[in-house]
């Protein structure tokens, strides 16, 4: 697409593998605490409902409905209780312990450095766009050795509002000194990415890692990364 010259890239399980890190993180907080051999639960099918009830969580702030407060006391405490352990302070050791060790883990998403060296040599102007903490998607960028691709990185919390509100791309491309009609957007999110820069009126490219298979005319998404060819 000749007009585009600025692409905002979502970071967490868009470029950074938040959802293997994450796995790896808990999978070592199981074994330290020996969960497997105290309670009797398989390690499987408590990162499974770990998951389910993470992603449920982060939904409910996406939708204002809840904040991070609320995740951080709950999404451990709920995993545990669905497998019949009450016990606050274990969840609480899983949570501090989870943020201080994922960024241990710098997975990223299969085709992160190769789609970027790509864009990066055909002169497009990089940035990222995340509804993270600032520190912690700076640190993310660092650890994983992608943040000199970027000119510029946003995060909801340095701005005050997350995607898919339109000030955050809005703060970002201001920031970028980008114009809407030569922006594009890449992310997996439906609501925050892909809602959020339609409204806001940039182009966008769905990333569809979780085969939803959107049905929407002229919509572009891709399934791998190696795919953003096709259309940059
Ligand atoms: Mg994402």
């Given at each position: 697409?000749?007009?585009?010259?600025?692409?905002?890239?979502?970071?967490?399980?868009?470029?950074?593998?938040?959802?293997?890190?994450?796995?790896?993180?808990?999978?070592?907080?199981?074994?330290?605490q020996k969960i497997a051999e105290n309670y009797q639960i398989d390690f499987?099918?408590?990162?499974?409902a770990y998951h389910l009830i993470n992603e449920k969580l982060w939904e409910q702030i996406r939708d204002e409905e809840i904040d991070k407060d609320y995740l951080r006391k709950y999404r451990f405490y709920n995993?545990?209780?669905k497998f019949g352990v009450d016990d606050e302070k274990l969840s609480l050791y899983f949570e501090h312990h989870f943020l201080?060790?994922?960024l241990n883990?710098?997975?990223?998403?299969?085709?992160?450095?190769?789609?970027?060296?790509?864009?990066?040599?055909?002169d497009y102007k990089l940035h990222i766009i995340s509804n993270?903490?600032?520190?912690?998607?700076?640190?993310?960028?660092i650890l994983s050795g992608?943040?000199?691709?970027?000119?510029?990185?946003?995060?909801?919390?340095?701005?005050?509002?997350?995607?898919?509100?339109?000030?955050?791309?809005?703060?970002s491309l201001n920031l970028a000194k980008a114009v809407k009609k030569e922006s594009i957007l890449i992310g997996d999110d439906w609501i925050a990415d892909?809602?959020?820069?339609?409204?806001?009126?940039?182009?966008?490219?769905?990333?569809?890692?979780?085969d939803e298979n959107p049905q929407e005319d002229h919509l572009k998404f891709i399934k791998h990364l190696s795919e953003i060819q096709t259309y940059l």
């Open positions: 697409m000749k007009y585009i010259r600025h692409i905002f890239f979502d970071l967490d399980n868009t470029l950074w593998d938040h959802r293997k890190n994450a796995y790896l993180t808990i999978k070592e907080l199981f074994r330290n499987e099918e408590f990162h499974n995993t545990f209780l201080d060790e994922i883990y710098n997975e990223l998403v299969d085709g992160t450095l190769d789609v970027l060296n790509y864009l990066k040599s055909k993270g903490f600032q520190e912690v998607t700076e640190r993310k960028c992608i943040a000199n691709f970027f000119e510029t990185i946003t995060s909801a919390d340095s701005v005050g509002i997350r995607k898919p509100r339109p000030e955050i791309f809005e703060h892909v809602k959020g820069a339609q409204n806001f009126g940039i182009d966008v490219i769905f990333f569809d890692v979780l």
